[in-house]
């Protein structure tokens, strides 16, 4: 009978450390996870640790008697004990390190350590192999231990708002990784082992000192979206024509005077911002991306558009505004899908008659150019509710601007007109008119009050 109770207990006993073993093991898939108890203290969490998933120890300034005593200074080491742990949230405290034991943490998945005051990371940080996401913005961080390639598993990585002034050779290693950003720092380059990095996605490292990027760049093969704005880029590799996933490329507030031929191999590019930039002249092939909805321009030096951008047929949104364009070529009108034509602040003194064809145009803004008549074509965008012609040398309107039915506001001040054609009554949704600073007689303003006596018109 003992015998048979004792084996009972053997077999019990071998039973429960199996599940416990089991427990250690188990990593859940992100739902699974998010359904699982979260413990906010640590004390609570040490007394029973198996059953410790996911523990939220970040602090945000304040509790509800205004005291900052939650705030955690200093990790203790016991945070070591907890090794079913796959969630750990320390994000909004004042942690100057971590301690060793972070690295017993076999399990944990997740990571979040925003806003603290960092300096440096404990080498066992590299044992943490089932890591997925490691969150570190918003600290002091100079430089990362190289035992961080260890983190073989990881998959998010963001490092931004800190102080590296070099790009950390041991993110290079890190196979695994999809999405990197490190934007506001104060790197001046990235090494040409970025390229190694075959599975990224999602590379953000704007507001930075970078002056070029490597050519290497062109391993990125699976790269969907790339943010280098708010650097020092005076020129583009031509590698960066092999990026062929890409979607979303921002460029805006460099130094390129010039773009790449190669860029019009980027054939599933979607959004493409080059404003702020001291762009001359468009490569013809940038006719290449069929796929481009968005194209910024603004603040650029150009004086001409290759004709190639009338291949840009899936274009919605255009903007060329604060450039020295002279002319745009008739070919834009091929772009039927923009709603918006913005060229404000060009030295245009013409527009070609082919402007009629984009039926699909709500808002046409040409302030600020040198145009001294408009294309009678112009009459046929019945689309068109606002008009912005301010700050040119018109003299008249065309007759033929009164078929613009959907016509609501009219901006013409800073010009020379003396009347509008006598057909304007019939834009009846007229609701502004904005004629100030031009040579409009007395008897013309009266004729104007009195057809709309509801609209807003300034003389």
């Given at each position: 009978?003992?015998?048979?109770?004792?084996?009972?207990?053997?077999?019990?006993?071998?039973?429960?450390?199996?599940?416990?073993?089991?427990?250690?093991?188990?990593l859940?898939?992100?739902?699974?996870?998010?359904?699982?108890?979260?413990?906010?203290?640590?004390?609570?969490?040490?007394?029973?640790?198996?059953?410790?998933?996911?523990?939220?120890?970040?602090?945000?300034?304040?509790?509800?008697?205004?005291?900052?005593?939650?705030?955690?200074?200093?990790?203790?080491e016991?945070?070591?004990?907890?090794?079913?742990?796959?969630?750990?949230?320390?994000?909004?405290?004042?942690?100057?390190?971590?301690?060793?034991?972070?690295?017993?943490?076999?399990?944990?998945?997740?990571?979040?350590?925003?806003?603290?005051?960092?300096?440096?990371?404990?080498?066992?940080?590299?044992?943490?192999?089932?890591?997925?996401?490691?969150?570190?913005?918003?600290n002091?961080?100079?430089?990362?231990?190289?035992?961080?390639?260890?983190?073989?598993?990881?998959?998010?990585?963001?490092?931004?708002?800190?102080?590296?002034?070099?790009?950390?050779?041991?993110?290079?290693?890190?196979?695994?990784?999809e999405?990197?950003?490190?934007?506001?720092?104060?790197l001046?380059?990235?090494?040409?082992?970025?390229?190694s990095?075959?599975?990224?996605?999602?590379?953000?490292?704007?507001?930075?000192?970078?002056?070029?990027?490597?050519?290497?760049?062109?391993?990125?093969?699976?790269?969907?979206?790339?943010?280098?704005?708010?650097?020092?880029?005076?020129?583009?590799?031509?590698?960066?024509?092999?990026?062929?996933?890409?979607?979303?490329?921002?460029?805006?507030?460099?130094?390129?005077?010039?773009?790449?031929?190669?860029?019009?191999?980027?054939?599933?590019?979607?959004?493409?911002?080059?404003?702020?930039?001291?762009?001359?002249?468009?490569?013809?092939?940038?006719?290449?991306?069929?796929?481009?909805?968005?194209?910024?321009?603004?603040?650029?030096?150009?004086?001409?558009?290759?004709v190639?951008?009338?291949?840009?047929?899936?274009?919605?949104?255009?903007?060329?505004?604060?450039?020295?364009?002279?002319?745009?070529?008739?070919?834009i009108?091929?772009?039927?899908?923009?709603?918006?034509?913005?060229?404000?602040?060009?030295?245009?003194?013409?527009?070609?008659?082919?402007?009629?064809?984009?039926?699909?145009?709500?808002?046409?803004?040409?302030n600020?150019?040198?145009?001294?008549?408009?294309?009678?074509?112009?009459?046929?965008?019945?689309?068109?509710?606002?008009?912005?012609?301010?700050?040119?040398?018109?003299?008249s309107?065309?007759?033929?601007?009164?078929?613009?039915?959907?016509?609501?506001?009219?901006?013409?001040?800073?010009?020379?007109?003396v009347?509008?054609?006598?057909?304007?009554?019939?834009?009846?949704?007229?609701?502004?008119?904005?004629?100030?600073?031009?040579?409009?007689?007395?008897?013309?303003?009266?004729?104007?009050?009195?057809?709309?006596?509801?609209?807003?018109?300034?003389?």
């Amino acid at each position: 009978m003992f015998k048979k109770l004792a084996f009972c207990f053997f077999v019990l006993f071998i039973g429960i450390e199996h599940q416990v073993l089991l427990g250690q093991n188990q990593l859940f898939d992100s739902l699974t996870l998010s359904n699982q108890r979260v413990y906010i203290s640590l004390e609570d969490a040490l007394k029973e640790p198996e059953k410790v998933y996911r523990l939220d120890l970040s602090s945000y300034g304040t509790d509800t008697w205004g005291d900052k005593s939650s705030i955690l200074t200093e990790l203790p080491e016991s945070i070591g004990k907890l090794y079913n742990l796959q969630e750990l949230d320390l994000s909004d405290n004042q942690l100057t390190a971590l301690p060793k034991e972070i690295g017993d943490l076999k399990n944990l998945q997740y990571l979040y350590l925003q806003t603290n005051q960092l300096k440096s990371l404990p080498a066992t940080i590299g044992k943490l192999a089932n890591l997925k996401r490691l969150n570190l913005e918003a600290n002091r961080l100079i430089f990362l231990p190289i035992e961080l390639k260890g983190l073989t598993s990881l998959v998010a990585l963001d490092l931004d708002h800190n102080s590296f002034n070099s790009f950390p050779e041991t993110i290079t290693q890190l196979s695994n990784l999809e999405e990197l950003s490190m934007h506001s720092n104060s790197l001046q380059s990235l090494p040409s082992q970025i390229g190694s990095l075959k599975k990224l996605k999602n590379l953000e490292i704007w507001d930075n000192h970078i002056m070029t990027l490597p050519e290497e760049i062109a391993g990125l093969t699976n790269l969907l979206r790339l943010d280098v704005s708010s650097n020092s880029l005076t020129n583009l590799p031509a590698g960066i024509g092999k990026l062929e996933k890409i979607t979303s490329l921002n460029l805006t507030e460099n130094s390129l005077p010039m773009l790449p031929s190669s860029i019009g191999n980027l054939k599933s590019l979607m959004n493409v911002d080059l404003s702020y930039n001291v762009l001359s002249t468009l490569p013809a092939d940038i006719g290449n991306l069929a796929q481009l909805k968005i194209l910024d321009l603004t603040s650029n030096h150009l004086a001409s558009l290759p004709v190639s951008i009338g291949k840009l047929t899936n274009l919605e949104q255009l903007d060329l505004n604060i450039n020295k364009l002279a002319f745009i070529p008739k070919e834009i009108s091929n772009l039927s899908k923009i709603k918006e034509l913005v060229l404000f602040q060009n030295e245009l003194t013409a527009l070609p008659a082919e402007i009629g064809k984009m039926s699909n145009l709500v808002s046409i803004d040409l302030n600020t150019n040198k145009l001294a008549m408009l294309p009678s074509e112009i009459g046929k965008l019945a689309n068109v509710q606002v008009l912005v012609l301010w700050g040119n040398k018109l003299t008249s309107l065309p007759n033929e601007i009164c078929t613009m039915s959907n016509l609501m506001a009219i901006e013409l001040q800073d010009n020379q007109i003396v009347k509008l054609p006598a057909c304007i009554n019939k834009i009846s949704n007229l609701i502004k008119i904005d004629l100030s600073h031009n040579k409009v007689a007395a008897e013309e303003k009266k004729r104007l009050t009195d057809l709309f006596p509801s609209a807003q018109l300034d003389f």
